[in-house]
């Protein structure tokens, strides 16, 4: 039987109920509905299976998750924790950092700002002030960044590493591919001297139109590259290459095709490059396996992806026949130049292999972005 009291305590939450199932929904629409969405969990709260069973497996308050869309709304959202697919209250889930938004941008050396003359005892904070100025950077993304630099100054010390780690999680950097790819790619050139030294008394120079070919910056005007430790991710242009290279060298006078491949890299425009190598290939060995022409009568567009094709077919014969060896013409180029090989561990904080010197790089292949916009170079 329910009683009057039960009756009024019904009466008095119903509209809790309703304004709470509402809120959830709205939120929902506002942020969850059409995008898979970077955020944190509020609370420490038990999940449940993607069917909505219960578990015993506990997420911890500022979880980085990755809301998924769904057709219909459920105050029970569908979020993923690295790799694996729960629900958990929609309550439980923060307001987006960034909603539909991620950093689009660059932070490569010259377009941030960071060029010309640093003093390294000062280097720190005159990087963290040029990151302060990249428009469209959200800002828990500049307090990540400001505490890798810190710590890449400092990387022995605990307390900064653990700073890291735990903004690169409650940011939702995390989950976020292509910002970890932008700062693989760019930012590890930012951190670069660093990883070397923050004691005061160094000169840090950067080229100020950021294209060396050769290097990214200096110190007390020894030449350093900073990239990537896993992969092949330095290109080296075909002209840098040249310019390092007396022709008449006994190097030269012993790799006579590797010297002339990359001279007619240089010489051709990217656009005519796959046409120009399949015909010097076909004439000069007889194991090359010719490609098929091309027919100038196709469309525009359908003849610049025939000619990706076999851009992509003459590089693949290049670097796998075994016809070619590059290393030695390659490492006498950059055999002045010191590379520091970075990369960003899955926890957010930072991994420095030694130190090598250019004339221990190997494994030289050819590499094209695949678009014909940009010559063919040579990835270390």
């Keep these: 039987m329910v009683t009057h009291r039960q009756r009024v305590d019904h009466a008095a939450n119903a509209p809790a109920k309703k304004l709470a199932a509402r809120r959830g929904k709205d939120a929902w629409l506002k942020y969850f509905a059409t995008e898979p969405t970077s955020t944190k969990l509020k609370v420490t ?25 769904e057709s219909e709304y459920t105050p029970q959202q ?48 005159a990087v963290e002030r040029k990151l302060n100025q990249v428009k469209g950077l959200p800002r828990p993304y500049y307090e990540y960044l400001t505490a890798l630099v810190e710590f890449a100054a400092d990387h022995t010390n605990d307390l900064k590493k653990q700073k890291v780690q735990s903004l690169f999680t409650t940011t939702g950097i995390a989950l976020d591919q292509s910002f970890i790819q932008t700062i693989n790619n760019d930012f590890l050139e930012v951190l670069g001297p660093l990883f070397l030294s923050s004691e005061p008394g160094f000169i840090i120079n950067f080229p100020r139109d ?56 240089n010489a051709t425009p990217a656009k005519d490059a796959p046409e120009k ?19 100038y009568l196709l469309p525009p567009e359908q003849l610049r992806l025939e000619r990706i094709k076999l851009e992509t077919i003459v590089i693949n014969w290049i670097n796998k026949s075994g016809t070619f060896k590059f290393d030695p013409i390659v490492q006498h180029a950059i055999s002045h130049v010191l590379f520091v090989r970075a990369h960003l561990n899955s926890d957010g904080t930072l991994s420095v292999p030694p130190i090598v010197t250019g004339d221990e790089i190997t494994g030289i292949v050819l590499r094209s972005k695949g678009t014909l916009s940009e010559k063919i170079g040579f990835a270390i």
């Design 78 to 125: 569908l979020v993923r924790v690295g790799t694996t697919y729960y629900r958990v209250s929609i309550y439980n889930i923060a307001k987006p950092f960034t909603v539909g938004k991620t950093f689009d941008g660059y932070l490569k050396p010259n377009l941030i700002g960071v060029v010309g003359e640093f003093l390294s005892d000062t280097y720190p904070s």
């Design 277 to 295: 190598l399949n015909d010097w290939l076909t004439t000069r060995f007889e194991h090359y396996p010719v490609a098929p022409g091309l027919d």
């Design 45 to 69: 709260s038990q999940a449940r299976l993607p069917d909505g069973t219960l578990t015993d497996i506990i997420l911890n308050a500022d979880t980085a998750v990755l809301t998924i869309p």
């Design 210 to 265: 950021g294209n060396q070919g050769l290097y990214d910056f200096e110190i007390d005007r020894v030449h350093f590259s900073s990239k990537r430790a896993v992969g092949h991710t330095n290109t080296i242009k075909a002209k840098d290459i040249l310019d390092h290279l007396v022709i008449d060298s006994p190097l030269a006078l012993q790799y006579p095709d590797e010297v002339d491949l990359i001279s007619l890299i």
